[in-house]
């Protein structure tokens, strides 16, 4: 049956019930708004929202089922960046009534999967037809502690960047089943001063300029260092984007017992060294080609 | 400009300082998550979000700045809704790349305008291309006291049932510049127990079996008594959507001190006593046609 036919309140009806419950949540989807408890003192508040179009983040071929995990994926991958604890979900769909309620169901359990994976609870959504490509948006709020969010601001010249995992080739179909690196963010933090963070969304070449920029330092990068999947190469890695890794600075005299301690706790996932922070405002790698952009 | 030429980043460094600042934000639009402070004690958080989109809720030749504002009051009706005071809010613009960079200046200078007008910032945000028609989602996050938030599932039995202002022939032109009840609906709770309460976006001939429903009772309405604009018929006021007033259930025993003391309060405000909530399961009036449903 397709969405024409059957209408928001029965739609609803079907997919409410696959959400999951929790004591925080006061009211849950349904009402008009979700209402839900605060937070435990010591902490801030992080909210984020991000989303997936049609045409542009999956083709219509895409799995409906790894469209969903992807949307959920893409914010939790920025509560990773500032080693945050997601808590909450909205998710709007906006969809055109040919799709099937088999092919919305699908989406559902996706970002159903994504969300109780990391402890998320979906409170809320909202549907609305379009007369075009489907889109689907999440919003996210979560915690984290007063004293251990991490902003892509505070970086330092001399800092050290590292990444985690490999870069590009991830349009082959890693960009819709990707590990938002929150558990390995939320350990970094735990027993390192780690100076800026972000999570690679639009390929190192767009995103290291922004972490330089909002520290107000230069940068410089051994392209060779840079961590590639099999059968990239060094321009895919910089500029194919949709890593969801994160890159992040930390000061040189961590370094060591850095790479120690992550490859006895992370012994599946590479951490790599790939340059580092420096006080021009020019940066010295002038050749770094810009990763994604949005819009071109 | 269009956006294909102007890329995200100037799209941003254009866009973000159009935002109002507040001490209770801490990291706000720019980094990877916004940071802002947590609740006061006794608090509940709300949680909702929303959408219009290009060719369903506003037309290619809606001015944007109007647009913007619906895209904004629409969840903040539903803060009405429930008596909340909203506080944050992120945007997810997801924009064909033929829009000119003004046109999404004028969307923004709506949406922040609505923003201010009700003590909201505007923390994150997020902006993606599309093949087809445009999509503005907003979420909000707001607070409520915890034993003042109004759900639709507490009406009970012979609870008499208010509108405010007047219904039908929205989509005329008001839609677009509607005003979110939630100084009446703070005003109410502060005087009266609101039993159940919603906001009125799919016609009356929708929304309120939605709340009698959420209520486990029937209802009965005097159609005549449903106040209605100027030119518009009653099936009009039932059916039409997008009034964005609030429908509330209130105790018979505080109808003549409510209807009283809101004229003094709100006298540019109609409020009317529209029919009640009885015991029923089936409803008594079983001609009252749907509002305006999703999909079809």
Partial sequence: ????????????????????????????????????????????QLLKTDCVVEGIHFTTESPPGAVGWKAMARPLSDFAAMSGLPQFALVTMIVPGEKTLDWMKRIYRG??????????????????????????????TGLVEKDRWVG????TAKDELFVTGRLGGSLGGR????????????????????HAMMDLSDGLGADLPRLARASGVGFEVDENAI????????????????D??????????????????????FSNLTLTRIGRLNSSFVTRHSKLPAGYVHFQ
Wanted: charge should be positive; aromatic fraction near 6%; glycine fraction near 10%.
């Fill in 175 to 194: 960009h819709l089943k990707f590990i938002p690196r929150i558990e390995e963010s939320r350990w970094l933090t735990k027993h390192f001063p780690i």
């Fill in 244 to 265: 969801y890794e994160l890159l992040f600075a930390i000061s040189p005299s961590r370094s060591v017992s850095l790479k120690k301690r992550w490859h006895r706790r």
């Fill in 111 to 140: 970002l159903e999967r994504a969300a109780r994976s990391f402890g998320v609870i979906i409170v809320g959504g909202e549907t609305s037809n379009i007369k075009g490509p489907a889109a689907i948006s999440v919003s996210l």
């Fill in 1 to 44: 049956m397709n969405l024409k036919k059957a209408g928001e309140d029965r739609l609803l009806a079907q997919l409410l019930p696959m959400l999951s419950r929790h004591r925080s949540v006061v009211l849950g989807a349904g009402d008009d708004c979700a209402v839900v408890s605060g937070l435990p003192k010591g902490h801030l």
């Fill in 227 to 242: 961590p590639r999947h099999r059968g990239c190469s060094i321009t895919q890695a910089i500029s194919d984007g949709e």
């Fill in 152 to 155: 892509r601001g505070g970086g």
